[in-house]
C-alpha cells in the first residue's frame, strides 16, 4: 500500500543497505511524512543523512528519535544508541559515553550500548574502562566480529600483545565464518553506516 508508512520504511532500509542513499532519505522522508511518530524511521534517516554529508541534519533526527522514545512508555535503548555512535564517530566522547548510559540503563544487557561505551573510552584513552566495556559487549553476545577487534586493538596499546593477539584471531575467525554463511543483523538493530566514518 502507497500509504503505509511501513512499507516505505522497509523500502528506505533496503536503498540504504545498497548504497543508495538520496532514494534511502526519500523514502524514510515518507515515512516519517505518513506516521510522524515513527521513531526508527528519525534514526535511520539521520545515518542516511551522514552518508549524505549532512552532519547537522542526522544530529537533529537522532534528538527527534530520543525525545519520541521518551514519550512512549515502551521506551527502547536504540535511540540513545544510534546517538552515542554518532557522537563517537564526531569524536565527542563525553556526550557518547552519556547516551550509552542512558541506553544501558533502559536495557543493561545491550551490547551495542556497551560498544559504544567502549569506543568513547578508547577515543578519550581511558584505555581499561575500554578493555571492561568492550569485554561486557562481549560477555552478552560474543559473535560479534568488530568487539575483538576493539578489544585487540586497546589490549595493543595497554602493552598485553598476547591477549590482543587473541582478540585480533578472534575477530579474524567470526569475519570469516559471517563472510560465510552471509548472516544479516536482526532489524532491530541499527542500520550499519555505511559511507559514515567510524571512530575506531
Known amino acids: 500500500m502507497p500509504g503505509s508508512a511501513e512499507i516505505h520504511y522497509f523500502l528506505a532500509r533496503a536503498y540504504y543497505t545498497r548504497g543508495v542513499y ?7 522522508e515518507t515515512t516519517i511524512r505518513i506516521d510522524p511518530d515513527y521513531t526508527k524511521a528519525y534514526s535511520n534517516l539521520g545515518i542516511t543523512l551522514e552518508a549524505l554529508g549532512d552532519t547537522e541534519g542526522a544530529r537533529l533526527n537522532y534528538l527527534t528519535a530520543v525525545q519520541l522514545s521518551e514519550r512512549r512508555k515502551d521506551r527502547s535503548e536504540w535511540p540513545y544508541i544510534y546517538l552515542s555512535a554518532f557522537y563517537n564517530r ?23 550500548a556497551y560498544f559504544e561505551m567502549a569506543k568513547a573510552y578508547r577515543t578519550q584513552g581511558v584505555l581499561q574502562s575500554a578493555v571492561n566495556a568492550v569485554r561486557n559487549a562481549i560477555s552478552i553476545n560474543p559473535q560479534m566480529p568488530d568487539y575483538y577487534y576493539v578489544l585487540g586493538l586497546t589490549l595493543r596499546k595497554l602493552g598485553d600483545e598476547k591477549a590482543s593477539e587473541e582478540a585480533l584471531t578472534k575477530y579474524a575467525q567470526l569475519t570469516r565464518s559471517s563472510g560465510e ?11 550499519e553506516p555505511l559511507g559514515v566514518p567510524d571512530s575506531r
Not at 181 to 191: F, H, M, N, V
Open 181 to 191: 554463511t552471509g548472516q544479516q543483523p536482526p532489524e532491530r538493530s541499527p542500520l
Open 22 to 28: 538520496p532514494l534511502a532519505k526519500t523514502e524514510f
Open 90 to 112: 564526531q569524536r565527542k566522547p563525553s556526550e557518547a559515553l552519556s547516551h550509552a548510559r542512558e541506553a544501558l540503563q533502559l536495557n543493561p544487557k545491550s551490547d551495542s
